[in-house]
């Protein structure tokens, strides 16, 4: 009964103080929707939000559709890079940017760490704690869907990323000017994924405890 109290006031207040859908904090709590429809009847979202809620839905849809349906037109940014070869520092550079964009979009405070040694490119202080986030170019081989490294390069060859090394690792494909989420279960001892619909600019995710 206490988990439930507790439930519910946190529901209450993501819709009243961050003004979340049901969707996203269903998402976040894990209570049935039938719940949350009822503890959140007395504080509905406005026609403004709702309606932007249809169009951010309308554009994943989109997004998922031309990803799966291949590889679609090139960005217009992909196409001023095209008139000569990035460096691997360049696109490192881009990929960031990019990723620090979004983040400031999303209402996020991104942060560069200050310790050596520190393998995160960005630190994003999420409600109390510090998500650390790994930024990767996606590649391309001519040949079926970009991909995501998800290991590193030592001195001693390639090796996956330990769990203390990132909590969400995300994959900037340029040709497409999206940005792929994969949390650290998403990635679990892979050394690599091909980017996917259900990840492209799943933002919201970094919200989630786990």
Not at 105 to 116: A, D, I, K, Q, S
Not at 179 to 195: I, P
């Given at each position: 009964m206490?988990a439930k109290?507790?439930?519910?006031?946190?529901?209450?207040?993501l819709r009243?103080?961050e003004?979340?859908s049901l969707?996203?904090?269903?998402?976040?709590?894990g209570v049935?929707?039938?719940?949350?429809?009822?503890w959140l009847?007395?504080?509905?979202l406005?026609?403004d939000e709702?309606?932007?809620?249809r169009?951010?839905?309308?554009?994943?849809?989109?997004?998922?559709r031309r990803?799966?349906?291949g590889?679609?037109?090139?960005?217009?940014?992909y196409k001023?890079?095209?008139a000569?070869?990035?460096?691997?520092?360049?696109?490192g550079?881009i990929?960031?940017?990019a990723?620090?964009?979004r983040?400031?979009?999303?209402g996020f405070?991104?942060l560069?760490p200050?310790?050596?040694?520190n393998?995160?490119?960005?630190l994003?202080?999420?409600?109390?704690?510090t998500?650390?986030?790994?930024?990767?170019?996606?590649?391309r081989?001519?040949?079926?869907q970009p991909?995501?490294q998800?290991?590193?390069?030592?001195?001693?060859?390639?090796?996956?990323?330990?769990?203390?090394?990132?909590?969400f690792?995300?994959g900037y494909?340029?040709?497409l000017d999206?940005a792929f989420?994969?949390?650290w279960?998403?990635l679990?001892?892979r050394?690599?994924?091909?980017?996917?619909?259900?990840?492209?600019e799943a933002?919201d995710?970094?919200r989630?405890?786990a």
């Amino acid at each position: 009964m206490k988990a439930k109290i507790e439930a519910r006031r946190e529901a209450i207040r993501l819709r009243v103080e961050e003004r979340q859908s049901l969707t996203e904090i269903q998402r976040q709590l894990g209570v049935s929707k039938g719940s949350l429809s009822q503890w959140l009847q007395p504080y509905p979202l406005d026609a403004d939000e709702l309606q932007q809620r249809r169009r951010a839905n309308a554009t994943r849809t989109a997004e998922a559709r031309r990803l799966k349906a291949g590889s679609g037109e090139p960005s217009a940014w992909y196409k001023v890079a095209a008139a000569g070869p990035l460096s691997s520092e360049q696109k490192g550079m881009i990929a960031e940017a990019a990723v620090l964009f979004r983040l400031t979009l999303h209402g996020f405070t991104p942060l560069r760490p200050v310790f050596e040694g520190n393998k995160a490119d960005w630190l994003v202080p999420v409600e109390g704690r510090t998500v650390k986030l790994q930024v990767k170019w996606t590649r391309r081989t001519g040949q079926g869907q970009p991909f995501v490294q998800a290991r590193r390069s030592t001195r001693h060859g390639w090796r996956l990323y330990d769990q203390s090394d990132f909590d969400f690792l995300v994959g900037y494909d340029l040709f497409l000017d999206t940005a792929f989420v994969y949390s650290w279960e998403d990635l679990r001892g892979r050394g690599q994924t091909s980017v996917q619909p259900e990840f492209a600019e799943a933002w919201d995710k970094l919200r989630v405890v786990a």
